[in-house]
């Protein structure tokens, strides 16, 4: 007996029965939907007063028939992977609207999503006849297209009984279209394409502009992230919705943007409870990043070092931990008690165990690696090297401004977080004084806490530093807010009582009578890192704010010094 799928409970067996006639009809390919197919929908609908669809294969075949509700119908399982690019499902979906509605979202999400070769709408009347159709079908989108990049095509509403277009031709030479540009399609993103989203308070003054800026920060995460951004939201509101953030008309309109522009994920600009996370991918059917797991998932693919590595996975796991929730049928009792008997643990207490003993074993060669930091530290203190420490807001040009002072060869690139392991290089100034300059993972403003505990360490390599030069990108609007948060983190480190030096980069990008107030400003170091002609008045400075070689020197590596005769009292290239 066929099987009639979807939203079946409180039906009479009549109803039922008429569900179960809409099976034997038959639709050919040159045909939409055949009035027999159509007058049987409307009176299955009339009898449940509920939409009603009929999923029809290419051979003509009905496959699946299926109840919804009043507003709507979830399809049943039919594989929620993507065809293969260039195919569609080669099924097609015919349906009812009871209220003359048009193609909904959930329509068009279907479409896109499940790769439907089309979706039709039949609108009813009140009395439930059939009165128009509306049809909507997948089309490529071309590159050299701008604006709105719509990748399905509206037609209608049509009254009942307009001449239909050719199905097979239509379905057959889209399909070409899209094989045609299959290799297009392969140059995205590697992990596809993003809306970005901010939620902000209103009752703020500047909220708009402050909103703007951050998305242009989250802009550059995701696309550090290999991400590629097609638009962005901006919802302003009394205060966020507890379940969705966004108020669900909003979410809606984001829902049918990410469709316009064929968009996989949503990314939001703050941290998502696991409740909302949940709740914003079931209702639009899309991935749904936060800002903290964003910045993981950076971190999880610059870190190199065994030590980053490490702190990026117990980052992920205190991330992971609190989201290791599902609904899910598998979540069977496994283990019992004494003679197996008892309720025992579940699958996801037993994923949730071994998650935090995961987490404990991290924890404990971190803090190894911690003591074996604090060894190299106490090294170069008996040594009497005095130690500069490189920090800054991420991008502000810290490793550039590493290699040019050092040839230290480190990557450097115009993105946030470009590297992420803690370097330390020597550096010989002008009087001939050895140094060591180190360089730490940049800040940012809401790192995520666990992140933060966990590189808590390797922030720390700074503690010793005779002089930490703080870099700041003078050309980004934003560098006053950037300079406050590395002040606040640095406080938080316990750091801001060290001498520190504020360097203002990247003034190659300045307008002139910007760059000539810099010029004039006593407390500020303007420089280009990357002209090593622009990092005099830097090791000047740094010339001048190191304690006396003397203060810092011990007897044997005094000794050490002057083991040079041709230049007596020149220490030698310290052991890093």
Known sequence: ?????????????????????????????????????????????????????????????????????????????????????????????????????????????????????????VLLTPEGEPRSMTWAYNVPTHPEQTGVRRNYEVVGPVPYGTEQPNFGDLIFALEAEFAGQQKTRQVRAKDGSAIVVHVGDKRQSGAMRRAQAQLVELESLAKTAGVQVVDRVIQLRDRPDSKL????????????????????????????????????AAHTDLKVIDRSQLILDIFAQRAESVDGKLQVELAQLKYTLPRLGTKDDALSRLTGGIGGRGPGETKLEIGRRRARERVTRLEKQLKELTRKRGERRRLRRSQGIPVIAIVGYTNAGKSTLLNTLTNAGVLAEDKLFATLDTRARQLRLPSGRWVVVTDTVGFIRRMPGDLFAAFRATFEETADADVIVEVVDASDPEHPEHMDETARLLTELGLDQVRRLTVFNKIDRLPVHELEALETAQALIPCSALSKSHTRRLLEALEKSLPPASSRTDPASESHACDHPERPGIASPPHI
């Open 1 to 121: 007996m066929p099987e009639v799928y979807g939203n079946v409970s409180g039906l009479a067996p009549r109803a039922l029965r008429t569900l179960e006639r809409v099976y034997r009809r038959r639709v050919p390919m040159d045909r939409i939907a055949t009035p027999e197919l159509v007058r049987s929908l409307a009176e299955a609908s009339r009898e449940v007063k509920r939409q009603v669809g009929a999923l029809v294969h290419r051979s003509g075949q009905v496959d699946y028939v299926v109840v919804g509700d009043a507003t709507g119908l979830m399809l049943p399982d039919i594989g929620r992977l993507r065809a293969a690019d260039g195919r569609f499902r080669a099924l097609r979906l015919v349906h009812t609207h009871l209220y003359n509605e048009p193609l909904t979202h959930d329509d068009l999400v279907d479409l896109t999503r499940l790769r439907l070769d089309l979706v039709c709408a």
């Open 245 to 280: 953030l966004l108020g669900r008309g909003k979410l809606e309109q984001v829902v049918m943007r990410a469709i316009d522009l064929d968009a996989e994920t949503l990314i939001f600009d703050c941290d998502l409870s696991p409740a909302q996370q949940s709740g914003i």
